[in-house]
């Protein structure tokens, strides 16, 4: 048997969260809401028998760190699109960024190997007839992820039958498996799934040299993406829009040109890009003129902002789960392209696959004190707590030690 943190939601519970979530932060003005953490919360800490393996090409894998990512809070707090409910299965366990440790041999990795978890479950993972998109190398896209061996999931951490990193224990596939190597420490590793969808949207934002690029939102996507697009992409200013001091500070470190307050963002990029600066009845100010690109990442009110500051004709990057309305008049106005950004994939034949980047950059960068919360399973109230304001209490990823219960 096995602890692991289980989603259960049902369609009232989703309702009432949402609901509830929807009253508390009117009241206190704050995101964080007892919806998630309290007695209607969708989680529960549950005692469960290990997952079973599908095929021979699956191993057990005990993980030894799982973050808490932003799709992960939208979920919780309801906030997520119901669009995504059928790609899912009932109950599941939560996890997707895993690093862990093998249990069982499989296909050249012996037992004990230390292991992180390319989430998707593609066709392969699935074993059914490859999807064009599986074999182009995009399997992020892949059709297939409520067909085959394992129930509908998109991915790891969203499926009823392969467990998920929020436990003492979950299988994967062998394609899902990559080996870490010795001088990557645990809490660098974690990051490796954040970081290859990072890389992804990158090459996703397809940056020009020399081109002027902002991105909104300074949590982990955000930061990450800024790595990734000095590693992978020639761009000339990067600005970065960040809501607290540390996240600036960190932005600055990893190469930002400018980092600027939301509320300024407009004005500073007006002065930065030489656009005009214009003030709508409602919403924020806008500018005619600005960046070539803009990433959105911070999975709510970011895409907003990023709509407002990109110049005509020029790409927005969605890299964050869109969580609000928006206003898409200046898509339509500008003339700009909206491109999505979905986790990660393996390019097919002419490059690294995102995920095998990640690890190299992973290894390479400075990523000390980005996991400097980490809470045993039973503390799941806490660490969602915590997770949820991690920007304000000068956290950028929260992650859970299954092996510390
Ligand atoms: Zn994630
Ligand atoms: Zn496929």
């Not at 059709?143 to 969203?158: C, Y």
């Not at 394609?175 to 001088?183: F, N, Y």
């Not at 000390?368 to 799941?380: F, K, S």
């Amino acid at each position: 048997m096995i602890t692991a943190v289980e989603y259960h939601r049902s369609p009232l519970r989703f309702a009432s969260a949402r609901a509830a979530s929807g009253r508390i932060s009117a009241r206190l003005g704050a995101t964080f809401s007892s919806a998630v953490t309290g007695s209607l919360a969708p989680l529960r800490l549950v005692t469960l028998p290990e997952p079973r393996r599908p095929g021979p090409d699956w191993a057990r894998v005990r993980p030894r760190l799982s973050g808490i990512c932003g799709k992960d809070l939208a979920l919780l707090a309801a906030r997520s699109s119901p669009y995504l409910s059928p790609l899912v299965s009932m109950p599941f366990v939560p996890g997707h960024e895993v690093v862990g440790e093998l249990l069982d041999d499989v296909d050249g990795l012996a037992a004990g190997t230390r292991v992180v978890i390319d989430p998707v479950l593609c066709c392969v993972a699935r074993d059914v007839e490859m999807c064009a998109h599986c074999a182009a190398g995009h399997e992020s896209r892949c059709d297939h992820v409520t067909a085959g061996t394992v129930s509908a999931g998109l991915q790891t951490g969203f499926c009823g039958d392969t467990g998920g990193g929020w436990s003492g224990m979950l299988v994967a596939h062998r394609r899902q498996i990559h080996a870490v190597p010795e001088t990557l420490p645990d809490r660098r590793a974690v990051l490796v799934e954040p970081m290859a969808c990072a890389v992804h949207t990158v090459r996703r934002a397809e940056i020009a040299d020399g081109a002027s690029v902002v991105i909104v939102g300074a949590g982990t996507v955000g930061l990450l993406v800024l790595l990734a697009l000095r590693e992978f992409a020639a761009p000339g200013q990067v600005y970065v829009v960040a809501k607290h001091a540390h996240q600036a500070d960190r932005a600055r470190t990893l190469g930002a040109t400018d980092v600027v307050e939301p509320r300024r963002a407009a004005r500073v990029l007006r002065r930065a890009t030489g656009g005009s600066l214009q003030t709508p009845e409602h919403g924020s100010d806008f500018l005619l003129g600005g960046v070539d690109v803009a990433i959105e990442c911070t999975g709510g009110s970011g895409l907003d902002s990023a709509l407002r500051l990109v110049r005509a004709g020029g790409r927005v990057v969605l890299a964050g789960m869109p969580s609000s309305r928006v206003d898409l008049t200046p898509l339509w106005y500008r003339e700009l392209t909206l491109v999505g950004a979905y986790a990660s994939d393996s390019g097919g034949a002419d490059r690294h696959a995102d995920f095998v980047d990640a690890i190299s950059l992973a290894d390479a960068a400075a990523l000390d004190g980005y996991v400097d919360a980490v809470y045993a399973l039973g503390q799941w109230r806490e660490a969602i707590g915590h997770a949820q304001e991690a920007g304000r209490l000068g956290s950028v990823k929260v992650a859970f030690d299954p092996t510390r219960d």
